[in-house]
């Protein structure tokens, strides 16, 4: 029995160093415990055990902590040799990636992602700002895009303009998936769908929906209902593109807001917050090239209306 193993080759012309990773493939069923201490065979239980802790296992481009993952013949498990370390959690959020360039969170709700006026209040911007402080006064945080202050989820902030830039402007085509779940009322008749409209922005600050596209910019959203019961349903929603209040304008628009969502159009609050989660961000990282992909539990109390 053969598996596959890809260092990565070092560049000609220049020094052989250690490679940044060891791509190794499945090939039998198995658990990934098992398979790491076959297949590396120069690391003891302990070590796997670092390397897991550390976030150095990745599968399906997410990092892979449990000892015990069942495998599937053909899969491909990749050791990065960077340490990413353990997740570091603060009031209001959790780093769950950070490496030179980039940092992703999971933003609780309740927490704005950047200050809106001069206000001394807590924010994701002023708390990872701290955070890349604390290891060298003159570094910086940039914020990649926001989420509502009653969102949770992932977000994405860069460590230099250059990379900030880099991402943005290649948003639509490195953004391999960006999925929220959405809590709403009701159920959606069809289940699943797609929900297209324009949007624009008032004074007062309330997103409005039109058909029209001389009235705003344009808007997809795709929704699948993953549970539901007779008074409440959990989407997996997908953007195709990323307005201002998208989701909950559109789930109002099919008749059907989102949980505690008063300003568009919801009738209860059973769960005491936003009915909204950011879970599922995929996408190719600006520098290194690599595709990574990130998932956070489904929060309980989303999970308590059925």
């Not at 060891?22 to 297949?39: N, P, S, W």
């Not at 997809?220 to 959990?234: D, G, P, R």
Request: glycine share 6%; charged share 25%; aromatic share 8%.
């Amino acid at each position: 029995m053969q598996d596959e193993q890809k260092p990565k080759q070092s560049q000609p012309g220049k020094r052989d160093s250690a490679p940044k990773e060891t791509r190794l493939i499945v090939t039998e069923d198995t658990e990934l415990m098992v398979f790491l201490l076959a297949k590396l065979p120069h690391k003891n239980r302990n070590n796997i055990k670092s390397i897991l802790r550390d976030r150095q296992v990745w599968i399906n481009d997410q990092a892979v902590t449990q000892f015990n993952h069942p495998l599937k013949a053909n899969q491909e498990v990749v050791v990065r040799w960077t340490k990413l370390g353990p997740e570091r959690k603060y009031p209001g959020l959790t780093i769950i990636f950070e490496d030179e360039h980039l940092i992703i969170i999971n933003k609780n709700e309740g927490i704005l992602s950047m200050a809106t006026n001069k206000g001394s209040e807590r924010t994701a911007y002023s708390i990872l700002y701290d955070h890349v402080k604390r290891d060298n006064p003159s570094n910086k945080i940039f914020i990649i895009h926001r989420l509502d202050r009653e969102t949770s989820g992932l977000m994405m902030f860069a460590k230099s303009e250059r990379v900030q830039k880099l991402v943005q402007e290649t948003w639509g085509p490195t953004t391999k998936e960006r999925i929220y779940l959405a809590a709403i009322e009701g159920k959606l008749d069809p289940p699943n769908g797609t929900h297209i409209s324009y949007l624009h922005e008032s004074k007062a600050l309330i997103v409005y929906s039109h058909k029209n596209p001389e009235h705003g910019q344009e808007a997809i959203t795709h929704y699948e209902t993953v549970k539901s019961n007779s008074s409440y349903s959990l989407l997996k929603v997908t953007l195709e593109t990323g307005r201002k209040n998208q989701i909950r304008v559109h789930m109002q628009d099919l008749g059907h807001p989102i949980v505690g969502d008063r300003k568009y159009g919801a009738s209860a609050d059973p769960i005491g917050r936003l009915g909204l989660h950011a879970w599922s961000l995929s996408f190719v990282h600006p520098i290194t090239g690599q595709r990574l992909r990130f998932e956070t539990p489904v929060p309980r109390r989303f999970m308590a209306l059925f």
